[in-house]
């Protein structure tokens, strides 16, 4: 009788960097190349610096007192560019593909929920950071937001409803997708476990924030660090998990939304 024998093929072991497969953080199986990130910095590069170059263009073409009194204007126009080169790259890079890259519906658990909840968490959460010395004297912001109803209309707007796209396409959409497919490894904390390129888009996410040192105290400038960190790994997990940009968008627009609406409240009270 003859008999064969089956040969089993062993199951791939995880490699841990950091930590193990019991312990409550570990890294594993990481492989991280430099070219991948600096590439992922480039593409961050092209979204952001003609951005801020159009930003730049009407600011001056404005004038000093109109830019003060329409601040906005300017937002819209350097947010609408960086929205525009993000599709472009993502439709150059998935040869119109864009679902692959987050612009789909979620693939099961969307995450909505977590992000109403976390967002306005994180709403009250920026406010007492940036506005603390305001709050505790009880005076406006410092931003002193005119508080006629198309100044309030145009910033919720922008605030609440256009920043989330125009910011989590490029950074969640386009960077983390990118270097997603061009890296491997594994970060753990507890029973949450998210792609290691999550982990740095978030941190690239708090360094697009630096230049709060330059402006503010720097007590707030580094709570403004922590909390967009933070912030960049609930973005980054969500997209990660849901296979979508949905749940980013909305917990950043209610983030942003909330904190502009209490803004106003302090304004309105305390003016």
């Known amino acids: 009788m003859n008999t064969r024998t089956q040969k089993v093929a062993p199951s791939s072991a995880v490699t841990y960097i950091i930590g193990s497969e019991t312990s409550a953080f570990a890294i594993s199986d990481l492989q991280l190349r430099v070219c991948p990130i600096l590439a992922t910095i480039g593409l961050g590069l092209l979204v952001v610096l003609p951005s801020g170059y159009v930003s730049f263009l009407f600011t001056k073409g404005m004038g000093l007192r109109r830019t003060n009194d329409?601040?906005?204007?300017?937002?819209?126009?350097?947010?609408?560019?960086?929205?525009?080169?993000?599709?472009?790259?993502?439709?150059?890079?998935?040869?119109?593909?864009?679902?692959?890259?987050?612009?789909?519906?979620?693939?099961?658990?969307?995450?909505?929920?977590?992000?109403?909840?976390?967002?306005?968490?994180?709403?009250l959460l920026m406010t007492v950071v940036d506005y603390l010395p305001q709050i505790l004297k009880h005076l406006p912001p410092p931003e002193n937001l005119p508080l006629a109803?198309?100044?309030?209309?145009?910033?919720?707007?922008?605030?609440?409803?256009?920043?989330?796209?125009?910011?989590?396409?490029?950074?969640?959409?386009?960077?983390?997708?990118?270097?997603?497919?061009?890296?491997?490894?594994?970060?753990r904390l507890w029973n949450y476990e998210m792609h290691v390129a999550g982990v740095i888009l978030a941190i690239l996410f708090a360094i697009a924030h630096l230049?709060?040192?330059?402006?503010?105290?720097?007590?707030?400038?580094?709570?403004?660090?922590?909390?967009?960190?933070?912030?960049?790994?609930?973005?980054?997990?969500?997209?990660?998990?849901?296979?979508?940009?949905?749940?980013?968008?909305?917990?950043?627009?209610?983030?942003?939304?909330?904190?502009?609406?209490?803004?106003?409240i302090m304004t309105w009270v305390w003016r």
Do not use: C
């Open 70 to 123: 329409m601040p906005w204007i300017a937002l819209f126009a350097n947010h609408t560019v960086m929205l525009v080169i993000a599709l472009a790259l993502i439709a150059w890079l998935t040869r119109g593909r864009l679902s692959e890259y987050g612009l789909r519906w979620p693939k099961q658990k969307s995450y909505v929920l977590p992000a109403l909840a976390w967002g306005a968490f994180f709403g």
């Open 149 to 187: 109803p198309g100044s309030v209309a145009v910033w919720l707007f922008f605030e609440g409803i256009f920043v989330g796209p125009t910011e989590e396409i490029p950074f969640r959409g386009l960077l983390q997708t990118f270097l997603m497919q061009r890296s491997s490894g594994r970060v």
């Open 211 to 264: 230049t709060s040192f330059w402006t503010e105290n720097f007590w707030i400038a580094l709570g403004q660090q922590i909390y967009a960190f933070a912030l960049g790994i609930l973005y980054a997990y969500w997209r990660e998990q849901s296979g979508s940009l949905l749940a980013p968008i909305i917990g950043h627009n209610v983030s942003d939304g909330v904190e502009y609406v209490l803004m106003f």
